[in-house]
Structure formats: structure tokens, C-alpha cells
């Protein structure tokens, strides 16, 4: 069976091949995009979202100067796979300063235990007390596996090989290395048992009995269409804090986690991307989207945009230079302009040498309080926007007590706006050679 990898790069490839990017160009790709998501088995709702974000945003965003559509289409295919998985690459979050238990849980045969030697190994490196404690009476030879991983790291393994409740187990070896000084346990727990639903019932009196910090579940890059009723069993019984995906180490893998992530809300945490016990990296989502969608070079197209995107468009340029807005439109500029880039960024392309600039420190207030600042605009009545000087005290504290502010927050956005009014009444005395676009 062809991996959902395969289908949505066969997907973005036919669409980069087209001569002409039209609203119907676009609805074919979305048509692949969804034919390959659902036999991949990601669950219909998520395709419908995942669809209706592209399409609406392939059809409306502006498109930056010099850039094509083919490259926003793609560019906004990408952000909304990333967007799913969590748009932050992981971060390795366990405290230091008290114990933790991890519960690693997972179907005999995706690699848990082998997940749990790289992770062990991983935290080891990262100057952590880490321990395991192996939980699984159900498979033999799973203590015998990870203490031979382990054996040359000096990470110590609790085994009880007479003991058959994983409960036992698990209370007798956090008691044991705690007392040699282990602060993160990482709990191996059984992967197969006689049936899914005693598999299941173990897991749930583990999380009863033990109540781990985090339960990480650990899923085959690989599987595909099962991926999703994988993880929504295992986060019936326990709740699925984080996934391990493993098996990464094959780009044409991994898209039976988008249907995991789904149901379980968790994030990936960690890859792993080889058979060697280093074999382990932290999970980075844009990395991932691109190695799905055979995009080679998406980090430079990013890169493409976020510059086109600093450069400012003609029209908005000109309205600026002459100074024609009102307190509302100077927000809404303000907001406009902070998604493109930091607004002192943008004010540093205009030619304007040997002016009144507004202070930096001003326009970094700014870009911290224009949230604030729409809120107070809200409260204002139509007459007040364009005409500040209009604003008294008893207007200012009607104004601050209905956006839930203070008066000085008010008094601070009339400041900057005057201050921006000024800044272009001195932008207009400029010969004319001097300004942009004229």
C-alpha cells in the first residue's frame, strides 16, 4: 500500500508542474490532498478542516510582490500541516528539582522498548538521574532487551522477574531507585497481552495505582490507516500526554500520526530515526511537514516570504507618507504591519535620513500594547476616532473603564498617535525625489 508520504508529495508534485495556478488548479489539489489524507485513514473531520483552511487561504491572501501563487499555495499547505502538529519544535520540559515518572505505553512490535533505551540514554546525555523500570510480564525477553541496551550507559534497570503484577513492579522499583539517587523513571509496560481489552485494563490500574507525570505513547511511523484506533484506545485507558514516533529514519513515513494527534491532542515529543541507541532527536514540525510533503527547500521559501512580506505595498505606503489617518486607522495600521515584521523594521526602509524618528523604545511599547490598544478603540465612539482632541478627562475615564484599562493606558495611545502625526508632517516637507513611489 502506497504511504500517505508518497500520495501528498505525488500531490504537491503535480501541482508544482502546472503551468497556470487558477481557483481550479487549486480545488485539484485540494481534491489530492484530501484522496490522499483519507487513505491514509486521517479521519474525515480533520481532512475537512485541513481543506477548507487551504482553500479559503489560497483564495483570498494577497499575494507579497514578486512572489508567484504557486509558491503561496504551497507555502499555505505547509503552514496548515504544521499548524496540526503543534507549530513550536518540542522542548524537554521534566523538572530537575523532583521525581518523575513517564509511563511508556504502545503495541508490541512499533519499537516501545527500544524508545525507552534511546530515551533513557537521552536524558542521561542531558545531565538527568534517570532510571527504568521494566513492567512488562507479558513478553520475556523485554527486561533481557533493555538491559542490554542499557549496559554500557550505566543507567540502572529494575527488573523482578519472579513478580507478576506490573503494579508491584512498578511501586518496588520506583522505592529501589529512588534510594540510589534516580529523579525520572521511565516505566515499561507491557505491549500484548491475550487481549487488547486485558491490555487495556492493565494500563488503566497502572495510571490508577502509579499516577505518572506523563504518559507518552509510542507509535510506528509507518502504520498508517491504524494509527488513530492505536491511539484513542490507549487514551481511553490512560491519557495520552505525548508521542514517540518511531521508525522515522525512512522520509516516505509518517503519516499515520496526523490521525493520533487528532484524537489524543497530544503532541510528538520525540523521533526515533535509526536503529542505534542515539538514534533520537526532538521532534521539530516544520522539519517534518517538509520531509512529508517532499518539500526540499520550504525553509527557503519561508524565508522568501518573510521578506516580501517586510516590504510594504504601494498604497499603503502613500497613505502613510501623507498622514491621513485616524486614531482607529493608526491601530489598525499598527496591527497590519506588526503580522508583516516589527514596525521599527519597516519604518527603517523608508529614505527619511536626518528627521524626527520615533524612539525605539516607543515603538516596542507599541508593538507590546496594540491588543490593548484595540480594545480601547472599541470603546470610543465614532466621533472620538477621528477627532482626539476631543478627548477629556471624563471622556478618557468613560473610555478606559469600557475597555478595561486605565486612564494612563488611554492618555499613552493618544501620545503615540500624535507623535506618529507629527513623524509624517515631516515626512511631507521631504522634496519629493526623497519619497518612496513618487
Not at 159 to 173: A, M, Q
Request: hydrophobic content about 40%; overall charge positive; proline content about 4%.
Amino acid at each position: 500500500m502506497t504511504s500517505l508520504g508518497e500520495l501528498l508529495k505525488k500531490a504537491i508534485s503535480k501541482f508544482t508542474s502546472s503551468t497556470v495556478v487558477d481557483e481550479k488548479t487549486i480545488n485539484e489539489l485540494i481534491r489530492d490532498l484530501q484522496r490522499s489524507l483519507l487513505i491514509g485513514d486521517v479521519n474525515v473531520e480533520l481532512v475537512q478542516k485541513i481543506s477548507e483552511n487551504v482553500r479559503k487561504r489560497a483564495l483570498e491572501e494577497k499575494i507579497p510582490p514578486g512572489l508567484s501563487r504557486k509558491d503561496q499555495v504551497i507555502k499555505i499547505v505547509y503552514e496548515e500541516f504544521v499548524k496540526l502538529l503543534g507549530e513550536e519544535p518540542a522542548k524537554l520540559q521534566i523538572p530537575r528539582d523532583r521525581r518523575y515518572v513517564l509511563m511508556m505505553v504502545g503495541i508490541q512490535g512499533f519499537g516501545k522498548t527500544t524508545s525507552i533505551a534511546k530515551l533513557a540514554y537521552y536524558l542521561k546525555k542531558n545531565d538527568y538521574s534517570v532510571g527504568v523500570i521494566c513492567a512488562d510480564t507479558y513478553r520475556p525477553g523485554a527486561c533481557d532487551q533493555l538491559t542490554q541496551l542499557l549496559a554500557e550507559t550505566k543507567i540502572p534497570v529494575y527488573r523482578s522477574d519472579g513478580e507478576k503484577d506490573p503494579i508491584n513492579i512498578v511501586k518496588k522499583g520506583l522505592e529501589k531507585l529512588s534510594q540510589e539517587g534516580v529523579k525520572v523513571f521511565l516505566i515499561d509496560t507491557a505491549g500484548r497481552h491475550k487481549s487488547q481489552e486485558t491490555l487495556m485494563e492493565e494500563i488503566r490500574m497502572l495510571q490508577k495505582e502509579i499516577k505518572p507525570d506523563e504518559v507518552m505513547l509510542v507509535l510506528d511511523a509507518g502504520i498508517g490507516q491504524q494509527a488513530g484506533a492505536h491511539a484513542k484506545a490507549f487514551h481511553e485507558a490512560a491519557p495520552i500526554g505525548s508521542i514517540f514516533l518511531t521508525k522515522m529514519d525512512t522520509s516516505a513515513k509518517g503519516g499515520g500520526a496526523l490521525s493520533a494527534i487528532a484524537v489524543t491532542k497530544a503532541k510528538i515529543k520525540f523521533l526515533g530515526t535509526g536503529e542505534k541507541i542515539d538514534d533520537i532527536e526532538l521532534f521539530n514540525p516544520s522539519g517534518y511537514v517538509g520531509r512529508l510533503l517532499g518539500l526540499g527547500d520550504i525553509e527557503g521559501l519561508i524565508e522568501r516570504f518573510r521578506l516580501a512580506e517586510l516590504e510594504m505595498d504601494k498604497e499603503r505606503m502613500e497613505a502613510i507618507v501623507r498622514g491621513e489617518f485616524t486614531l482607529e486607522q493608526f491601530v489598525k495600521q499598527l496591527k497590519d504591519l506588526r503580522k508583516a515584521g516589527p514596525f521599527s523594521k519597516l519604518l527603517s526602509k523608508l529614505p527619511l535620513p536626518n528627521i524626527p524618528q520615533i524612539p525605539d523604545e516607543a515603538l516596542k511599547d507599541a508593538e507590546k500594547k496594540i491588543k490593548k490598544w484595540d480594545a480601547i478603540i472599541s470603546s470610543m465612539t465614532t466621533e472620538e476616532r477621528v477627532d482626539t482632541h476631543i478627548l477629556n478627562s471624563s471622556r478618557i475615564k468613560r473610555i478606559a473603564r469600557g475597555a478595561g484599562v486605565s486612564e494612563r493606558d488611554v492618555k499613552e495611545l493618544i501620545k503615540q498617535y500624535r507623535l506618529a502625526k507629527k513623524f509624517m508632517k515631516s515626512v511631507k516637507r521631504l522634496p519629493k525625489k526623497m519619497l518612496p513611489y513618487t
